[in-house]
């Protein structure tokens, strides 16, 4: 019998009970592991089987977990109770004895499934009877068991078992809170919690609210005890206390909660589930009115005297005045002798509570002679326990801090006296108050129409002379007032009224601030290049004006004035050309009409910054974000020597020549003694232009790009060129040093893990890719020139960069045909990877363990099966050659989805199951993931259609493994139609 018609037989088995030795037969199947298993449990309906199966002990003794040959662990100890969740939806009663009588061993063996079944009981008897199993599951701190406290509570609660739910929440609480306290603090329980409580206690509170306090305040009492022993001590915190009587108030001390009445939100802390829960149903029974239930809880929460309880009381107080005056008043009294002590600051809540009873109640709250004592108390203070005076403390704040929430009974000369004026924020007591996060905002001081009132006279005064506050004054903190912003209030005032900022006036003379300046010429290189909004468009006039201030600018600049091109540098003017290079490139890419006079001023002005000192490039030793081109592009220099290049390509373009200053500026530049590795970095990512343009000159001095002697500036082209440009046949033939130049940087690269870290490496897989180019297209000396740069490369490279290399190769490739390639370059790829797989086939069969080092260059190669260009017996044959060598798992997802995509190419089916099969033996769950039926199932069927013998054994034999694997949603293949 095929394994197909033993698993039919075997879920009809499970679907129907059968007689005597059909039973037998079916329980010696399940006995021998997967894939029967895992069938009859998934398919198992008929309840006559669960007597039979718990008498066999499945229910009761917990099996041994099965590693299957591709390394999937099937934990066979749960599949029984996969069938047995189904049964509690439809034979509660039987499933629910069932739960009961299991071990508990078995029990904590398989408790994630245990409350997957408890989950699915909805009959209220049944969950009745589960009730005392359902409390022992909550109170284990099982990794699995939180997840599902929460299902279990949701579906009980829908199903009207609410007290059952209450219990369960009692015994979770109550060990997620025991949990915090083990050597490894189970903090996802915390989180589960947070979860539950949102979603569920509102409910069960509404309907249960003395029960649901009772649990949180025992759940907070029970965590301040378990944190009050191992902290405790004789020091006293002065926020931690209000009460010297009672030393227990100080202890623990670590809750920071610092308004009950909202939890900060994202919040998951369990102190803060618990207590902002606690005081939101505690406030539901304060705002009854009712007096019985108002004492209850008051009592409640007296009774432990941590000070969060009495905390949580004071927040009551206050918003619940008109029912708590006596409770208020009790506590005010006791500790009202101290409240000139430095130490007995208010808290936020009992600021409050003063305040509200004060304006509420007056002297019904504070008799005359009591609110006298009180302040004359505190006008006294601040003093220590000892009663003498802090001489380090501010006195009139803390009168004012003391007194300010009575100001309902202060007098006049009271309230004169603690400068009434100068209120205390709410916040300022809370001693641990958050701060808010914003992103800094730049205004400018003026808006446009202001400055647009101003006389031309005081509007060069109050440009030139303006400086920002201090931010930190204002209540909006995050707001700042800066010149740049107000730069770019000008350019939009230029914008709007271009005859006051006429070419004539000269009007950039007035400004002495650079930053002005530049913001200008920024908004005139957005508007060149169409960044600007519709309505903006450039006129002559503009680029006319443009161009004279951006000469102004240039001539400042190379004149020296300034010491940085930055413009937070307040003590001296700073002439950056950075803004005019910018510009003038956007001047040289514009669409717009440019008279040769005004692009001959673009010229003379690139040049001349290339030329000029450059700041941002000035004594650099080291590339800003560790990249030399990213120094190069954020400079003057390498912004114009960008334009420069741009407008050789046009001089190309229109002459077919380049005018020889072009040259000869790139030329002087790298020549000069101090000169930084950026414009060699930027001129080497863009090595492609240059040869193309200037190939004949530096052919005969490549050291002029790539000086020897000058081994930073050399490395910084190299590296730029293989990071950020691509491959051309010419590139070599000019440069021929390139290639060894960065394999040697490779082989530096990897002299430490420091280096193996830094973006250098980037460049591995880039070098990789260029070298393979230049070996299909022969581009070295010989053949063996060019293998041996593989070889060093492959030898060299770590195994993440190996696997790149041959996925980029194969993308490449990727969309091309047989007609795209020719047949010379076709075969020189395919000898790149037998080559490559012969080195990593003969290592592999050296060591045992060897081939672990390849497994991402084998992964990647399975990839070039979608390849038209290579021939499909070469692709399959190869492919399958790389699976059978991985020992951890392929990227199975574009495979099988190509294997799915030649259902209807019945030439490749043969050779397509041969792929899948090779798949299927891989031991990764990824490769199960990747079996999706809508790209295996209709292979398969085709398979089985075929007239070919050959395709449809072929089709039996992968079906087969498919099943054997677990895979059995395909059990129905290859089976005949019945009508």
Same mark, same amino acid.
């Given at each position: 019998?095929?394994?197909?018609?033993?698993?039919?037989? @075997?879920?009809?088995?499970?679907?129907?009970?059968?007689?005597?030795?059909?039973?037998?037969?079916?329980?010696?199947?399940?006995?021998?592991?997967?894939?029967?298993?895992?069938?009859?449990?998934?398919?198992?309906?008929?309840?006559?089987?669960?007597?039979?199966?718990?008498?066999?002990?499945?229910?009761?003794?917990?099996?041994?977990?099965?590693?299957?040959?591709?390394?999937?662990?099937?934990?066979?100890?749960?599949?029984?109770?996969?069938?047995?969740?189904?049964?509690?939806?439809? &034979?509660?009663?039987?499933?629910?004895?069932?739960?009961?009588?299991?071990?508990?061993?078995?029990?904590?063996?398989?408790?994630?499934?245990?409350?997957?079944?408890?989950?699915?009981?909805?009959?209220?008897?049944?969950?009745?009877?589960?009730?005392?199993?359902?409390?022992?599951?909550?109170?284990?701190?099982?990794?699995?068991?939180?997840?599902?406290?929460?299902?279990?509570?949701?579906?009980?609660?829908?199903?009207?078992?609410?007290?059952?739910?209450?219990?369960?929440?009692?015994?979770?609480?109550?060990?997620?809170?025991?949990?915090?306290?083990?050597?490894?603090?189970?903090?996802?329980?915390?989180?589960?919690?947070?979860?539950?409580?949102?979603?569920?206690?509102?409910?069960?509170?509404?309907?249960?609210?003395? =029960?649901?306090?009772?649990?949180?305040?025992?759940?907070?009492?029970?965590?301040?005890?378990?944190?009050?022993?191992?902290?405790?001590?004789?020091?006293?915190?002065?926020?931690?206390? $209000?009460?010297?009587?009672?030393?227990?108030?100080?202890?623990?001390?670590?809750?920071?909660?610092?308004?009950?009445?909202?939890?900060?939100?994202?919040?998951?802390?369990?102190?803060?589930?618990?207590?902002?829960?606690?005081?939101?149903?505690?406030?539901?029974?304060?705002?009854?009115?009712?007096?019985?239930?108002?004492?209850?809880?008051?009592?409640?929460?007296?009774?432990?005297?941590? +000070?969060?309880?009495?905390?949580?009381?004071?927040?009551?107080?206050? =918003?619940?005045?008109?029912?708590?005056?006596?409770?208020?008043?009790?506590?005010?009294?006791?500790?009202?002798?101290?409240?000139?002590?430095?130490?007995?600051?208010?808290?936020? =809540?009992?600021?409050?509570?003063?305040?509200?009873?004060? =304006?509420?109640?007056?002297?019904?709250?504070? #008799?005359?002679?009591?609110?006298?004592?009180?302040?004359? &108390?505190?006008?006294?203070?601040?003093?220590?326990?000892?009663?003498?005076?802090?001489?380090?403390?501010?006195?009139?704040?803390?009168?004012?801090?003391?007194?300010?929430?009575?100001?309902?009974?202060?007098?006049?000369?009271?309230?004169?006296?603690?400068?009434?004026?100068?209120?205390?924020?709410?916040?300022?007591?809370?001693?641990? $108050?958050?701060?808010?996060?914003?992103?800094?905002?730049?205004?400018?001081?003026?808006?446009?129409?202001?400055?647009?009132?101003?006389?031309?006279?005081?509007?060069?005064?109050?440009?030139?002379?303006?400086?920002?506050?201090?931010?930190? +004054?204002?209540?909006?903190?995050?707001?700042?007032?800066?010149?740049?912003?107000?730069?770019?209030?000008?350019?939009?005032?230029?914008?709007?009224?271009?005859?006051?900022?006429?070419?004539?006036?000269?009007?950039?003379?007035?400004?002495?601030?650079?930053?002005?300046?530049?913001?200008?010429?920024?908004?005139?290189?957005?508007?060149?290049?169409?960044?600007?909004?519709?309505?903006?468009?450039?006129?002559?006039?503009?680029?006319?004006?443009?161009?004279?201030?951006?000469?102004?600018?240039?001539?400042?600049?190379?004149?020296?004035?300034?010491?940085?091109?930055?413009?937070?540098?307040?003590?001296?003017?700073?002439?950056?050309?950075?803004?005019?290079?910018?510009?003038?490139?956007?001047?040289?890419?514009?669409? %717009?009409?440019?008279?040769?006079?005004?692009?001959?001023?673009?010229?003379?002005?690139?040049?001349?910054?290339?030329?000029?000192?450059?700041?941002?490039?000035? #004594?650099?030793?080291?590339?800003?974000? #560790?990249?030399?081109?990213?120094?190069?592009?954020?400079?003057?220099?390498?912004?114009?020597?960008?334009?420069?290049?741009?407008?050789?390509?046009?001089?190309?373009?229109?002459?077919?020549?380049?005018?020889?200053?072009?040259?000869?500026?790139?030329?002087?530049?790298?020549? $000069?003694?101090?000169?930084?590795?950026?414009?060699?970095?930027?001129?080497?990512?863009?090595?492609?232009?240059?040869?193309?343009?200037?190939?004949?000159?530096?052919?005969?001095?490549?050291?002029?790009?790539?000086?020897?002697?000058?081994?930073?500036?050399?490395?910084?082209?190299?590296?730029?060129?293989?990071?950020?440009?691509?491959?051309?046949?010419?590139?070599?033939?000019?440069?021929?040093?390139?290639?060894?130049?960065?394999?040697?940087?490779?082989?530096?690269?990897?002299?430490?893990?420091?280096?193996?870290?830094?973006?250098?490496?980037?460049?591995?897989?880039?070098?990789?890719?260029?070298?393979?180019?230049?070996?299909? #297209?022969?581009?070295?000396?010989?053949?063996?020139?060019?293998?041996?740069?593989?070889?060093?490369?492959?030898?060299?490279?770590?195994?993440?960069?190996?696997?790149?290399?041959?996925?980029?190769?194969?993308?490449?490739?990727?969309?091309?045909?047989?007609?795209?390639?020719?047949? %010379?370059?076709?075969?020189?790829?395919?000898?790149?990877?037998?080559?490559?797989?012969?080195?990593?086939?003969?290592?592999?069969?050296?060591?045992?363990?060897?081939?672990?080092?390849?497994?991402?260059?084998?992964?990647?190669? %399975?990839?070039?099966?979608?390849?038209?260009?290579?021939?499909?017996?070469?692709?399959?044959?190869?492919?399958?050659?790389?699976?059978?060598?991985?020992?951890?798992?392929?990227?199975?997802?574009?495979?099988?989805?190509?294997?799915?995509?030649?259902?209807?190419?019945?030439?490749?089916?043969?050779?397509?199951?041969?792929?899948?099969?090779?798949?299927?033996?891989?031991?990764?769950?990824?490769?199960?993931?990747?079996?999706?039926?809508?790209?295996?199932?209709?292979?398969?069927?085709?398979?089985?259609?075929?007239?070919?013998?050959?395709?449809?054994?072929?089709? +039996?034999?992968?079906? +087969? @493994?498919?099943?054997?694997?677990?895979?059995?949603?395909?059990?129905?293949?290859?089976?005949?139609?019945?009508?």
């Amino acid at each position: 019998m095929t394994l197909q018609a033993q698993l039919d037989w @075997l879920k009809s088995a499970a679907i129907t009970l059968p007689d005597a030795e059909g039973v037998s037969r079916a329980l010696a199947l399940v006995a021998s592991g997967a894939p029967n298993d895992e069938l009859f449990f998934g398919e198992l309906k008929d309840a006559a089987w669960l007597p039979v199966l718990e008498r066999k002990g499945y229910f009761s003794k917990p099996l041994v977990d099965q590693t299957q040959p591709d390394r999937r662990t099937i934990f066979r100890n749960r599949l029984p109770l996969f069938a047995l969740a189904r049964f509690s939806e439809t &034979t509660p009663s039987q499933a629910a004895a069932i739960l009961l009588r299991m071990p508990l061993s078995a029990v904590q063996a398989t408790a994630d499934q245990v409350l997957r079944c408890l989950t699915k009981l909805r009959d209220r008897q049944a969950i009745t009877s589960v009730r005392p199993l359902s409390v022992y599951l909550a109170e284990t701190t099982h990794r699995a068991t939180a997840v599902w406290i929460d299902d279990l509570l949701q579906d009980w609660i829908k199903a009207g078992a609410q007290m059952e739910a209450v219990g369960i929440l009692r015994a979770f609480v109550g060990s997620t809170v025991r949990s915090s306290f083990e050597d490894q603090p189970r903090l996802d329980r915390h989180w589960q919690l947070a979860e539950i409580d949102r979603k569920l206690v509102d409910h069960l509170a509404n309907v249960f609210p003395q =029960e649901i306090a009772h649990i949180y305040f025992e759940a907070l009492s029970r965590w301040a005890a378990m944190r009050r022993a191992p902290e405790q001590t004789d020091e006293r915190t002065p926020w931690d206390s $209000h009460v010297i009587a009672d030393p227990a108030r100080d202890s623990p001390s670590s809750f920071w909660l610092e308004d009950f009445r909202q939890a900060p939100s994202g919040s998951r802390d369990l102190e803060e589930t618990l207590a902002t829960r606690l005081y939101a149903i505690c406030a539901v029974a304060f705002g009854s009115g009712d007096g019985p239930k108002i004492a209850h809880i008051e009592s409640l929460l007296r009774s432990d005297r941590w +000070e969060l309880f009495a905390r949580l009381r004071w927040q009551l107080y206050a =918003e619940y005045p008109d029912s708590t005056l006596e409770f208020a008043r009790r506590d005010v009294l006791e500790v009202l002798p101290h409240l000139g002590r430095f130490d007995y600051l208010h808290g936020f =809540e009992f600021a409050q509570l003063l305040q509200r009873h004060a =304006e509420k109640h007056g002297n019904a709250f504070l #008799n005359i002679d009591e609110a006298r004592k009180l302040i004359d &108390t505190v006008f006294a203070g601040p003093v220590d326990e000892d009663g003498k005076l802090e001489p380090e403390v501010d006195r009139e704040r803390f009168w004012r801090k003391q007194l300010q929430p009575l100001e309902a009974l202060l007098t006049a000369a009271d309230k004169q006296r603690i400068q009434q004026d100068r209120p205390i924020s709410p916040n300022d007591y809370k001693p641990f $108050h958050r701060g808010e996060a914003r992103m800094i905002e730049q205004v400018s001081p003026v808006s446009v129409g202001a400055l647009a009132a101003k006389p031309d006279a005081d509007l060069w005064q109050f440009l030139n002379t303006w400086k920002p506050g201090n931010r930190r +004054e204002k209540p909006e903190w995050w707001i700042e007032e800066s010149v740049d912003a107000l730069a770019s209030t000008l350019a939009a005032l230029i914008e709007r009224d271009p005859a006051r900022f006429s070419l004539a006036s000269k009007w950039w003379e007035k400004i002495e601030r650079p930053e002005m300046l530049h913001r200008i010429l920024d908004r005139a290189a957005e508007r060149i290049a169409g960044r600007e909004q519709k309505g903006a468009e450039v006129t002559e006039a503009d680029l006319a004006t443009w161009l004279a201030l951006a000469k102004w600018v240039v001539a400042h600049a190379t004149k020296g004035e300034g010491q940085s091109d930055s413009s937070d540098d307040e003590t001296e003017p700073v002439w950056s050309t950075r803004a005019t290079a910018r510009f003038l490139e956007a001047m040289v890419k514009t669409q %717009t009409a440019v008279t040769p006079q005004q692009r001959a001023m673009v010229v003379q002005l690139l040049r001349l910054i290339v030329q000029a000192d450059d700041p941002r490039l000035a #004594n650099r030793e080291t590339a800003m974000m #560790n990249d030399w081109l990213t120094t190069a592009i954020n400079s003057a220099r390498g912004n114009a020597m960008q334009a420069i290049l741009d407008v050789a390509v046009q001089q190309h373009e229109a002459e077919k020549a380049v005018e020889p200053w072009v040259f000869e500026t790139i030329e002087t530049r790298l020549r $000069h003694p101090d000169e930084s590795p950026a414009l060699f970095a930027l001129l080497g990512s863009r090595l492609r232009l240059l040869v193309f343009l200037f190939g004949d000159r530096f052919k005969p001095r490549p050291e002029l790009l790539f000086p020897e002697d000058r081994p930073q500036h050399r490395d910084a082209a190299v590296l730029a060129h293989f990071k950020y440009d691509n491959p051309m046949v010419g590139v070599i033939n000019t440069f021929p040093g390139l290639i060894p130049a960065g394999l040697a940087l490779a082989a530096e690269a990897t002299k430490s893990e420091k280096e193996q870290r830094s973006p250098r490496r980037e460049f591995d897989s880039r070098l990789g890719v260029h070298i393979a180019f230049y070996h299909w #297209n022969a581009s070295f000396p010989t053949d063996q020139v060019g293998e041996a740069a593989l070889d060093r490369f492959f030898a060299l490279a770590a195994s993440d960069t190996r696997g790149s290399v041959i996925d980029q190769i194969g993308s490449a490739f990727e969309k091309t045909t047989e007609q795209d390639v020719s047949a %010379t370059v076709r075969e020189r790829v395919m000898q790149i990877w037998e080559r490559r797989f012969g080195q990593i086939l003969g290592v592999s069969q050296g060591a045992a363990d060897a081939s672990t080092d390849y497994q991402e260059e084998l992964a990647a190669f %399975t990839d070039w099966i979608r390849c038209e260009c290579f021939p499909l017996d070469w692709r399959v044959r190869r492919v399958i050659s790389a699976l059978n060598l991985l020992t951890s798992g392929p990227r199975p997802y574009r495979l099988v989805k190509f294997v799915g995509e030649q259902r209807d190419k019945p030439e490749r089916l043969l050779s397509m199951l041969q792929v899948l099969e090779a798949l299927v033996r891989q031991p990764s769950d990824e490769v199960r993931w990747a079996m999706q039926e809508k790209d295996v199932r209709p292979i398969l069927e085709r398979a089985f259609e075929s007239p070919i013998p050959e395709v449809r054994t072929q089709a +039996e034999a992968t079906l +087969e @493994l498919l099943l054997r694997q677990g895979f059995l949603s395909f059990l129905d293949i290859g089976k005949p139609v019945v009508d």
